[in-house]
Each structure stands twice: as structure tokens, then as C-alpha cells.
């Protein structure tokens, strides 16, 4: 190789040779985005749990994963969920692109995923096709407690089938993960019935609140305009009050919707699992119809035992209009901010008074090193171990012997290999057992292979305190 040219110098100028102007300021550290959260190291392992059995249960139940783009065209989020949503109309993150496109970050998964199955001809494959997702959502949403601007969110949708079987099928897919998770939790679900039915009982609803106007606050008057079913869910002392009176929605179904719901229920009591029926569930997204339903912890505390770990229901009518052919569909997603915080609770209530710790990946085998050539001989040590599938760990940047056999003690080794010069020199290793305290010397060469037969005895005879 040519040894490389210097490059040419500039020519000093006035302006190069006046002294930078020096910032006095100290730089401002930058914060992260109001609403938005870093997932830290310390919570990854419970994080890790929700992504483990998200595609534990997907697979037992065949689903297939599905992840789509995190922006869409805002026009796919005002048809699918809905102009006059909560979620849309206040939430939605939408700015225009240089192509002058609308778009929009997605603010839930349904209607992407509806998006993709007409877009991919999935209408064409065998019925019903099951899919599922997991990643981030965002929604422009007033920041509190459980409530964040990117959130996490599982989904689980399943697309071309009309059968109660499947709304109750979903209900025990999210009670199993939630109780897989150590979750106490029950489902509280609804009927909203077929448009028609939705609509006349919007009608009654409507000329219900109206006769109630005067103790209305409002912003539940502009919601009897514009959403009136939320009514129901307004926390609004008043509303409460009020709801006790209100035309209830079972007296409104169709007779094929009532049939259905009390299918999914038959189903549910056949399963076991625990449910509420809640006449004033209606659920934030206009594109439910039928069975609605919505998870919440076993709390004593009133703000938690409110607070919904996920929610969802059928939908028939969104894969039409949304542009495909008219296909029942129906599916549910948990909020995963939520359930790794209920997770943190409950393990620190089992740790009680202690702080919760940082406990970094744990390895089999601990490689340290002593002087520069054990150093050497140490780096290349590692890759054997992890090209051999042995979980490995080393502190190359310590030359502190002590400080390396404490980083091997907090990472759980249960082997240390030690190399200094003279052991490089004789082609050998230390080989530690940090349980038994014992010490002997490998070839270097047999090193892996050593471990692995201690590996396979240990395996065969497990230590009393294992
Ligand atoms: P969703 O009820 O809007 O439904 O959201 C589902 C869950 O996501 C909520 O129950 C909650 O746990 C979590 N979540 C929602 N917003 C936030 C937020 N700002 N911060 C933290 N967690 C939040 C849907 O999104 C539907 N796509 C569910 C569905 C799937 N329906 C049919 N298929």
C-alpha cells in the first residue's frame, strides 16, 4: 500500500487565523422527548419476558408475524379508526413529507395490518389468516401515569372468520399471556352489535343525555355530539351518576348479535375463564362491532384496577371499508408499558425493602488475563469459547486480577480461566472452579474441550448447592 499523501494545507486566512469565539455556556444536556421513555438495561429482562411469550403463545395458537411500517398514510387511521376518535382527531402524530404526502405515525396496529392483508392478496389464502405484531405505537396523548406518547403494544389479529369461537379463542390467547406474565387479571366484555343496532342505540342514548343536558360538563356536551357512546366511559362523576339510567346496549341488539355474544360467554364459561359483563364498554376506535372486550389487573388500588392492559374486539366491517371485499375479522392487543410496570411491582414487592439491582447476562466461563501477552492470549481465548456456543465473559480492559475474579462472581461463572505470561509461555491455562475454590492447569489447546466435559458431568451430577 502507498503510505498516504498528507493533505494539502489551507492557506491561513484572516478570518482562520482569529481566535474561536469560546462558549462559555456549558452545553445543556438534552432531554428525551416529553411522553417518550428509555426502556433501561435494568427492566430489558422483563421486556424480554413479554417478547418470549408473545411468540410462544403466537406460535401455539398459528399465527404468523407480521410488522409493518411505523408511518402510514394518515388517510388508512381517519378511515380505519375512526374521524371523530379520540385517537385520531387529538392523537394522531401527522406532519406533511416533501412529497406533500399526509402520513401518519401509527397510532395502533389493526389498521395497518387490515392495510397489508388487502394489499398482499392475503383475502386469497386459506381463511382465517392469523397474524401478529409486536413494536411501537405513538400517540400524542397527554402524558400521566401509564400513559405514554411511544408505547409498546402486542397484537393479535385474526382475519376471514365470523365465528364466536374465535372472539373467545383471542379472550384466552391475552388471560393466558397475562397469567403467563403473573398477572391476575379479568376481561370485561360487551356487545356493540351489528352498525344498524350501534346506530339506533346511539339514537336512544343521544335523546337520553340530551334530557340530562344541564348537568352535562362541556366537554361530555361535545361529546354527546360528536361520540355519544363515549359517554359511557367518561370518568365524570356526573356521567356516572347518569349511567345508571341510561338505555343499556343488550336491549338494542340484533338478534344475531345477541346470539353471538352468547356464544363467545357459553365459551368463556366452558373455558374458565374469568370475565365481567360490562353493558358500558365501548372501547376509543370506531371499527368495532359485535364483541368488544378490555383486560384489567386485579388491583386495590381504584387508578390500576382502571387502567386497561389491552383491549380489543371484532371488527367485520373494516377489511371492506378499508377497500377490500366485506371479511369478518377480530383481534385484541395488550399495552406492554402497562404489564412490565404491573411485572415491576410485583418484583419489588418481593424484594421489599431492597432497591432493585441490575444483574448484567450471566456467563458459564470468565476469562481473565495477567500482563500483556495473557491479554493477547485471552482475546482470542474468548472467541474460541463463544464460536464453541459457551457463554463467556472477560474484562480485557481491567488488569486488576481481583477486580476480574468480582466481575466473574457478579456475572455467575462457574469456571475462570486465568492467563498471565507465564502460562502463555508454557501454553497452558489456570482453570478455576469458582464453587469448589479448586484450581488446575489445561492445555491451552484443551481448554474449551475441558469445559465442556465438566459441563457434561456437572450436567450428569449437579452440585449439592446448585
Ligand atoms: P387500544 O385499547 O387503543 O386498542 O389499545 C390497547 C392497549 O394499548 C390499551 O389497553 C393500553 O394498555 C395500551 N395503550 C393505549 N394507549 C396507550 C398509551 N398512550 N400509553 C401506554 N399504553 C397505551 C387498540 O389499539 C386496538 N388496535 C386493539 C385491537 C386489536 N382491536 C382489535 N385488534
Known amino acids: 500500500m502507498s503510505p498516504k499523501k498528507a493533505p494539502a494545507k489551507k492557506p491561513v486566512q484572516a478570518a482562520d487565523a482569529a481566535p474561536a469565539p469560546v462558549n462559555k455556556k456549558a452545553p445543556q444536556p438534552i432531554q428525551v422527548l416529553r411522553g417518550m421513555r428509555d426502556l433501561l438495561p435494568i427492566d430489558q429482562s422483563l421486556w424480554d419476558e413479554t417478547r418470549k411469550i408473545s411468540e410462544s403463545l403466537a406460535k401455539a395458537y398459528s399465527f404468523d408475524r407480521i410488522d409493518t411500517p411505523m408511518v402510514e398514510e394518515t388517510s388508512l387511521f381517519i378511515r380505519g379508526v375512526g374521524r371523530s376518535t379520540d385517537v385520531v382527531e387529538k392523537e394522531l402524530y401527522s406532519w406533511e413529507t416533501q412529497g406533500g404526502e399526509n402520513i401518519s405515525l401509527r397510532p395502533e396496529g389493526t389498521a395497518p395490518v387490515v392495510r397489508a392483508y388487502i394489499q398482499h392478496g392475503m383475502l386469497n389464502m386459506p381463511q382465517p389468516v392469523r397474524l401478529w405484531y409486536y413494536g411501537p405505537m405513538f400517540r400524542y396523548d397527554r402524558p400521566q401515569s401509564g400513559r405514554f406518547r411511544q408505547f409498546y403494544q402486542v397484537g393479535y389479529e385474526v382475519l376471514g372468520d365470523a365465528d364466536p369461537i374465535i372472539d373467545a379463542q383471542l379472550m384466552v390467547l391475552g388471560w393466558n399471556m397475562l397469567k403467563g406474565l403473573g398477572i391476575d387479571a379479568t376481561v370485561r366484555i360487551n356487545s356493540l352489535g351489528s352498525p344498524e343496532s350501534r346506530a339506533n342505540y346511539k339514537n336512544a342514548l343521544v335523546a337520553y343525555f340530551r ?252 452440585p449439592a448447592s446448585a
Not at 447476562?361 to 464460536?387: C, N, S, T, W
Not at 482453570?431 to 484450581?439: I, K, V
Open 211 to 462: 334530557s340530562k343536558k344541564a348537568k352535562l360538563s362541556d366537554d361530555d356536551k361535545k361529546r354527546l355530539l360528536k361520540n355519544p357512546l363515549r359517554l359511557l366511559d367518561s370518568k365524570d362523576p356526573a356521567i356516572q351518576e347518569l349511567k345508571a339510567e341510561a338505555p343499556q346496549i343488550v336491549d338494542w341488539l340484533d338478534e344475531e348479535s345477541k346470539s353471538h355474544f352468547f356464544r363467545v360467554i357459553e365459551f368463556l364459561d366452558e373455558l374458565g375463564v374469568p370475565y365481567q359483563l360490562d353493558p358500558y364498554l365501548v372501547r376509543g376506535l370506531d371499527y368495532y362491532t359485535k364483541t368488544v372486550f378490555e383486560w384489567y389487573a386485579a388491583s386495590d388500588d381504584m387508578e390500576l384496577a382502571q387502567t386497561a392492559l389491552g383491549g380489543g374486539g371484532r371488527y367485520d366491517g373494516l377489511v371492506e371499508s378499508l377497500g377490500g371485499r366485506p371479511t369478518p375479522a377480530a383481534g385484541f392487543s395488550l399495552g406492554l408499558d402497562r404489564i412490565v410496570s404491573r411485572m415491576k411491582e410485583k418484583q419489588q414487592k418481593q424484594a421489599g425493602e431492597a432497591p432493585l439491582e441490575y444483574k448484567p447476562e450471566p456467563v458459564l466461563v470468565f476469562i481473565a488475563q495477567l500482563g500483556d501477552m495473557g491479554r493477547k492470549k485471552a482475546l482470542a481465548l474468548f472467541e474460541e469459547f463463544r464460536e464453541a456456543g459457551i457463554a463467556v465473559g472477560e474484562a480485557f480492559s481491567k488488569a486488576n486480577i481481583k477486580a476480574q475474579m468480582e466481575m466473574a462472581n457478579r456475572r455467575g461463572a462457574k469456571w475462570a480461566i486465568v492467563i498471565g505470561q507465564k502460562e502463555v509461555l508454557d501454553g497452558t491455562v489456570q482453570l478455576r472452579d469458582m464453587d469448589a475454590g479448586s484450581q488446575e492447569i489445561v492445555d491451552v489447546k484443551k481448554a474449551v474441550h475441558e469445559i465442556k466435559k465438566k459441563l457434561a458431568q456437572r450436567l450428569d451430577n449437579p
